[in-house]
């Protein structure tokens, strides 16, 4: 029987309310990263190796991959990440090191201070996914800041940002601003492995999906005739699934903030969309937040279009594949995302396993491909010469110096 998703008490919806009620004055917490059957190692990495090296075959000849395509520059990288594996950025102390510069808090993936008039959002090499932390990747950060810093430049149309400053490589200084306490996720395509994704929900009979109606028939990857929004929320670490209408009526934003902020998040999707079809990519959905300045403007935080907060697939191998029931070649996590749901319960196992390295290598070899795919800009390797946090500390305290 087909189900309704997205039902919450308002009771419910107001104690998550309490979890992001933030002021400007109370210094709000401005980032946030939320974040098949049995298979082994061995199959996992060979999945890999097949999706980078084996392209689908059909009439007409292979086509193109990605993945292939890159390989030289994936071996001149791999040596730099399999010595970076034991040296990843993932705790950071920045209050102890920068005078006037006051420890916020510690998300899955960012660390967050408080610099008086801005904050200080540093973005380590931690993964997460299921809601809580799973490795540390190589390099990761770096990608992650700089690839959100090119998509904010080139979002500056659809809505204005709470950018200020980039000091450092792993490094964005913000405005200040009221977080509205919703991630607005738009999607492409039905798919996905967590319990929020719209291919689970889809798999256990849902066919209304935070007010979008689903058709009956739809397989897993494929494209959906328009692209969707599904809202969620936080209760108890957890994403939520909600309406556009309960978050209005319990109050989590003003129907006039909703509009204006869900409409941004379409416009930026199908922008998104448009300029990774442009570069050989899919951008199959994607999360973004949105806050409030002391002027009243929505802005747009957190991260744009990065391959923690987006999925990617290739756009050549994509149709192929598609049809011949194989999963997309993808630049994103997804593959280390199965690998721990098929290993462990990620969602209630206390302690997990620990990441093979070949998977955190080539997680990281993934996330640098895509940076330099999209902006078209060669990823330029971390310096070995200076401890990176305290070239981070040194660049921050710098500019935080030269701030109004």
């Known amino acids: 029987m087909a189900q309704s998703h997205c039902v919450n008490s308002p009771a419910t919806v107001a104690g998550k309310l309490s979890l992001r009620a933030y002021t400007p004055s109370a210094s709000p917490h401005f980032f946030r990263t939320f974040v098949s059957s049995k298979f082994s190692l061995r199959r996992c990495c060979s999945m890999v190796i097949s999706a980078s090296s084996s392209p689908s075959t059909v009439s007409g000849g292979p086509p193109k991959s990605l993945l292939l395509d890159n390989k030289e520059r994936k071996d001149e990288l791999m040596d730099a990440i399999e010595r970076s594996l ?11 090191a920068v005078p006037g510069l006051n420890f916020k808090t510690r998300g899955k993936v960012r660390d967050i201070y408080d610099g008086g008039d801005y904050l200080v959002l540093v973005t380590t090499d931690r993964q997460s996914a299921f809601d809580r932390v799973l490795a540390s990747i190589p390099f990761k950060g770096q990608v992650l800041n700089e690839t959100s810093l090119w998509w904010f430049n080139q979002t500056q149309h659809v809505i204005p940002n709470a950018v200020v400053s980039s000091p450092d490589r792993n490094v964005t200084i913000a405005k200040k601003c009221s977080v509205f306490p919703v ?35 739809t397989v897993k990857n494929q494209k959906l005739e328009a692209n969707i929004l599904t809202p969620t929320t936080k209760a108890a670490d957890h994403d939520v699934p909600i309406t556009p209408e309960e978050i209005i009526r319990s109050g989590l934003m003003s129907e006039s903030d909703y509009i204006e902020a869900s409409k941004a998040a379409l416009s930026l999707f199908e922008y ?5 079809r442009e570069h050989g990519l899919i951008l199959v959905d994607t999360k973004y937040e949105f806050g409030k300045g002391s002027d009243g403007a929505v802005l747009l935080i957190d991260e744009v279009h990065t391959p923690d907060s987006s999925r990617y697939w290739i ?45 955190v290598s080539e997680l990281s070899w993934r996330y640098i491909l895509l940076y330099e795919t999209i902006t078209k800009s060669k990823f330029e390797l971390p310096s070995t010469k200076e401890p990176i946090h305290d070239r981070i500390s040194s660049n921050v305290a710098h500019v935080l110096s030269s701030l109004p």
């Open 315 to 359: 756009v050549d191998s994509y149709e192929d594949r598609f049809q011949n029931g194989l999963e997309p070649e993808n630049i994103d996590k997804e593959f280390l995302r199965l690998w721990f749901k098929d290993n462990c319960n990620p969602y209630e196992d206390e302690v997990l396993p620990e990441a093979p390295k070949e998977l």
């Open 272 to 276: 998104g969309q448009r300029i990774a």
């Open 183 to 217: 991630e607005f996720v738009v999607r492409g395509y039905v798919t996905g492995s967590t319990d929020t994704s719209l291919w689970t929900v889809y798999q256990k009979g849902v066919r209304n999906y935070c007010g979008n109606a689903l058709p009956d028939g």
């Open 86 to 96: 034991s040296d990843c950025l993932s705790e950071t102390h920045l209050d102890s």
